[in-house]
């Protein structure tokens, strides 16, 4: 086995960890499979369950559909509602650019 990987000791860990840099916030550690560290990982799946991205969320997996607005609102109380990790969306602006009259040239021409 490649000793760059670490298992746990009961060999149940599916996703193994190793060393590398965090995606996240950029510390040199073990990182799991997507190269989080296990703090960012936490803040990770927090998101998602604010974002109520229950596919994508681990502790969700498992959940009952009738119980997982409680997840979301114990991890709110408990975390704040805040994201910590994923940036939010900001909104686009539709406004179209003004069009300018004639070319400066032309303008001073006029004059």
Avoid: H
Wanted: aromatic share 8%.
């Amino acid at each position: 086995m490649n000793e760059f990987f670490k298992f746990d000791q009961d060999g149940d860990d599916l996703w193994p960890q190793y060393e590398a840099e965090c995606q996240g916030c950029d510390t040199w550690g073990p990182v799991d499979d997507i190269g989080l560290c296990e703090d960012c990982a936490g803040k990770l799946e927090r998101d998602m369950i604010r974002q109520r991205d229950w596919a994508c969320s681990a502790l969700a997996f498992g959940c009952p559909k009738d119980k997982l607005e409680d997840l979301r609102n114990e991890v709110i109380n408990k975390y704040g509602e805040q994201l910590e990790l994923i940036a939010e969306e900001k909104p686009t602006r539709n406004r179209s650019k003004k069009k300018r009259r004639g070319t400066r040239r032309s303008n001073r021409k006029k004059r």
